[in-house]
């Protein structure tokens, strides 16, 4: 089954305590991307990739890193994790991120910072 | 990046078509039409898109105006299963890939 999985899918931790949230897609997909959802705020890119090792910053990268070594891998680092990245997290795929493509997105972590 | 208006949100009654509207007169040439829902503890889940001519899928069809300033997604047998927020945006040929997300169409269907 084509699928993007992300793990953990919920977290608890605490501020300063380096953590990585993994994406992993089985579709061979050139393109991924994060995002947080925040209430009011909607859903927001933080990265994205168009193939590996090509990563570029979305519209809230501050506080995370990122990594494309593989092309069906595109984890997420929380270096120093803060209180204001406690969020909802989206990781998406799309065969090449054109306009005309769909995007399928993975079920989502909950990371809650203390 | 053009704007969509949608409805803040809903009702239909189950087995019953539903309607979504969206406006987005400020669209471009090049803009593709999208539709995602998120049901609830889920992801954004693909729908639909079109660029100038209706289309139609198995979960829904998209109207598209002949001026291109609004479109409407269309489920022909809304069930409990399609309760969800239904965002429109537009894509543009952009190298970002980003997906714009509004507020959305919060769509509740009654028993």
């Known amino acids: 089954e084509a699928q993007v999985t992300q793990n953990p899918r919920y977290l608890i931790t605490v501020t300063g305590k380096k953590l990585t949230v993994t994406c992993s897609q089985n579709?061979?997909?050139?393109?991924m991307s994060w995002y947080r959802q925040d209430p009011g705020l909607g859903l927001r890119q933080i990265y994205y990739?168009?193939?590996?090792?090509?990563?570029d910053k979305g519209d809230v990268p501050e506080g995370y890193k990122v990594s494309r070594k593989e092309k069906r891998n595109f984890p997420l680092i929380l270096e120093s994790p803060s209180p204001n990245q406690t969020s909802l997290y989206f990781c998406?795929?799309?065969?090449?991120?054109?306009?005309?493509?769909?995007?399928?997105f993975g079920d989502g972590t909950r990371l809650s910072i203390l | 990046d053009a704007k969509t208006t949608q409805p803040n949100s809903m009702e239909s009654n189950e087995e019953e078509p539903v309607h979504l509207p969206c406006n987005h007169s400020t669209i471009s040439g090049t803009d593709y039409i999208h539709w995602y829902r998120q049901l609830p503890s889920q992801g954004p889940e693909y729908v639909i898109h079109g660029l100038t001519s209706n289309v139609n899928n198995r979960m829904a069809s998209l109207a598209i105006a002949e001026d291109r300033k609004s479109s409407t997604l269309i489920l022909h047998r809304a069930t409990l299963r399609d309760a969800a927020v239904y965002y429109c945006i537009l894509r543009d040929a952009s190298n970002t890939g980003k997906l714009i997300f509004g507020q959305g169409t919060t769509l509740q269907v009654k028993p």
């Open positions: 998406a795929s799309s065969p090449q991120g054109r306009s005309n493509q769909p995007q399928h």
């Open positions: 579709m061979n997909h050139e393109y």
């Open positions: 990739s168009m193939n590996v090792e090509v990563t």
